[in-house]
């Protein structure tokens, strides 16, 4: 099992077309995806609030995000957004984007506070990745003992077994 898990990683780190495999399998997880998109709307805000153009922002945000698919759906994203359509009808066209972000977009586009909005989001966005994974721990630590507490009975078991068949044979 060490070895097929060593094997995995090491195709992630080194085949592209497994890592676009994975990273699209992967941003169909929750976690992963709030995670990715908070990071990308939190940096993509601080810089449109700092004066950056749109596209440029989009070009510098995107390297702050380590799934392949993600990066790849939004430099086509980058590329539609320069030929001057608006970016919140662009990533709603790709269908990977919850609900939520591109309302947000399209509110911050209306209101001309797309940074601030942005910045606002990936806040929100953080936390709620950051409440889901406190609760997977939570769940995690009482399983974790669990384990713990029944290997030490096998072993317990492990080590008496053998004395106490040798107790039966001395009577």
Do not use: C, H
């Not at 805000?45 to 939004?74: N, T, W």
């Amino acid at each position: 099992p060490l070895i097929i898990l060593l094997v995995i990683i090491m195709s992630y780190s080194r085949i592209t077309a497994f890592r676009r495999k994975a990273d699209t399998w992967l941003w169909k997880v929750p976690v992963i995806q709030k995670s990715s998109l908070a990071r990308f709307a939190g940096l993509l805000g601080f810089q449109l609030e700092a004066g950056i153009p749109l596209v440029q922002a989009m070009d510098g945000s995107v390297m702050a995000v380590s799934s392949l698919f993600f990066r790849e759906k939004i430099m086509e994203a980058k590329n539609e957004v320069s030929a001057g359509q608006p970016i919140d009808k662009v990533l709603a066209r790709k269908g990977i984007f919850p609900e939520i972000f591109i309302l947000t977009l399209s509110s911050g586009q209306k209101a001309g506070r797309l940074g601030a909005f942005l910045v606002r989001l990936g806040r929100i966005m953080e936390r709620e990745t950051d409440n889901i994974l406190r609760r997977v721990v939570a769940l995690a630590e009482p399983l974790l003992i669990l384990m713990i507490g029944l290997m030490v009975v096998g072993i317990v078991m492990a080590i008496m077994g053998p004395i106490f068949d040798l107790s039966t044979l001395v009577k």
